[in-house]
Each structure stands twice: as C-alpha cells, then as structure tokens.
C-alpha cells in the first residue's frame, strides 16, 4: 500500500514559519492534500492539488511539492493554527492519509 | 449552504452489520464522488471507500475490501456504507466527505460532515 509519513509533531512560536512534510515513496507522481483537524471538530481543507488554497483559507497556508516530499508551510502562525495536520494521496485507486502531525504553537 | 449529514452509526455486537448513511444538500450531489473516512479514539485519519460520480469507479481500503460496500442513490442525493462481519477494530467516528471533483483520487476532500459513531463491542 502506498504509505505517506509525517513527522508526529512540530513546534512554532508565534508570528514564525511552520513547516510539516510528508513523504511517500510515490508522492512525486501524485498530487497532495492537506488538512486542518482541531480538537473535537471535522477536518477541514486547507490545500489541495499540492498547491492551491480553497476558499476561505487564509494566505498563510500554502502547499510545495519536490520529489517524493510534499510540504504544507504556515508563515506567520497564529495560535488558532494550533490543530492537528494530515496529508493525504492517492494510488492505484486507493486514498491515503499521513500519520498526522501535531502542530503546537509555543 | 453545503452540508453532509451522516446517520446509522450505534452500539453493534461483533460479526454483526450496520448500513450508514449520508445526506448531502446544498451541492449538485450527481457531480461529485463521495467517500467514507473513519477515525478511530485518539487517532489519525483512516480512508475506508470511495466512490465516483457515477458509482462506475469504487474503492476500499484493504482493512476493509471484502466486508464493506459502498453505495450512492444520485436521485435521493444520499451515500451509503453497508458493514459487514464488523470487529472491534472498526469502532471509529466515521465521517462522509465531498470530493472536489468526479473522480475519488484528484482534488481531495472538500466538504466534510460531523461523523456518526461506530462503536463494535459485545
């Protein structure tokens, strides 16, 4: 099965740049997701295609893609960012999500 | 407004089924493929099936192919998960999300709903 990995958690002081990645052995050829999970609340989008914003999400969310690495970049986060974030891919017509990552904000 | 509303989650002994259900509104659901994502307590997202516009393309994830079975009635704007032979190990939150487009593999999920309950316990 195709496997993407996060790391389990990142920290970031307020105001700086976040940044999580997510790695899979087939990502290059693939497009990326990322989602925002608060606690106690449904996932919601925050980028997709690898590097578009859907509406409503904020310009400080932005996507890259190099390699087999996909990386979702917070400039300037804010505490309300603190959430839990999951990539996600597909493959042979099966979906994938990374691990998840914890993102504190100090 | 957008919206998905999932229902026919509950307390089901082993070995047991149980059909979900999702509602949409708010979207043209025949334009859309559909999917089922389950989180278990305290854990990461786990994709369980998907399905295309036209229910022409289907998807599962292995820890469920062969007991699961996903579904969509366009005319009633409604997805459907019918589980089979459930374990312990399915006990998750399990929740419906809107595809970005008509294939399950493109744009990622747009719209999610606030999940049903799956609880396999004897």
């Known amino acids: 099965s195709h496997e993407l990995t996060q790391p389990p958690s990142v920290s970031v002081s307020p105001g700086q740049t976040a940044s999580i990645t997510c790695s899979g052995d087939k990502l290059g050829d693939k497009y990326a997701s990322w989602y925002q999970q608060k606690p106690g609340q449904s996932p919601v989008q925050v980028i997709y295609?690898?590097?578009k914003r859907p509406s409503g999400i904020p310009k400080r969310f932005s996507g890259s893609s190099s390699g087999n690495t996909a990386t979702l970049t917070i400039s300037g986060t804010q505490a309300m960012d603190e959430a839990d974030y999951y990539c996600?891919?597909?493959?042979?017509?099966?979906?994938?999500f990374g691990g998840g990552t914890k993102l504190t904000v100090l | 407004e957008v919206q998905l509303v999932e229902s026919g989650g509950g307390l089901v002994q082993p070995g047991r089924s149980l059909r979900l259900s999702c509602v949409a509104s708010?979207?043209?659901?025949?334009?859309?493929?559909m999917h089922w994502v389950r989180q278990a307590p305290g854990k990461g997202l786990e994709w369980v099936s998907g399905?295309?516009?036209?229910?022409?393309?289907?998807g599962y994830a292995g820890s469920v192919k062969g007991r699961f079975t996903i579904s969509r009635d366009n005319a009633k704007s409604s997805l459907y998960l019918q589980m089979n032979s459930l374990r312990g190990e399915d006990t998750a939150l399990y929740y419906c999300?809107?595809?970005?487009?008509?294939?399950?593999?493109?744009?990622?999920?747009?719209?999610w709903g606030h999940g049903t309950t799956v609880t396999v316990s004897s």
């Open positions: 999300a809107k595809e970005g487009g008509r294939s399950f593999n493109y744009y990622g999920m747009d719209v």
């Open positions: 996600q891919s597909w493959d042979s017509s099966a979906v994938t």
């Open positions: 295609q690898d590097t």
């Open positions: 708010g979207f043209t659901f025949d334009d859309y493929a």
């Open positions: 399905i295309s516009w036209n229910s022409a393309n289907m």
